[in-house]
């Protein structure tokens, strides 16, 4: 899963990306995007490669995805661990949490 948040935007700008491409990434901040290739068409919506050298785009879009991608791994419903932050369970089948966290 891929999704810009406050603190991906921090990270950002702490790696280089200027006030004016941060400011563009805003737009689809806290949006989430379950594929790659959804996340980068919503980049490149709001960063148009044709305004950059290709060379200083593919620069951003590597710092844009290393950004994106969130630390924990999101189950999808149905599968997976419990939701719980800090729970390692199983989740109840169509409930996204353990029998305790339910
Ligand atoms: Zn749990």
């Known amino acids: 899963m891929y999704k810009l948040t406050d603190k991906s ?3 950002l700008q702490n790696d280089g990306v200027p006030f004016n491409e941060l400011r563009n990434l805003g737009r689809i901040k806290d949006k989430s995007f379950d594929q790659e290739s959804e996340f980068l068409h919503a980049v490149k919506n709001v960063i148009r490669p044709e305004e950059y050298e ?3 785009y593919d620069r951003y879009i590597r710092l844009i995805l290393k950004h994106a991608k969130p630390l924990k791994i999101e ?7 419990c939701r719980a932050e800090g729970c390692n369970m ?13």
């Open 54 to 56: 290709p060379e200083e």
């Open 75 to 81: 189950y999808p419903r149905d599968f997976g661990k």
């Open 90 to 102: 199983y989740a109840v089948p169509g409930e996204g949490y353990c029998y305790t966290h339910l």
């Open 9 to 11: 935007l921090e990270n």
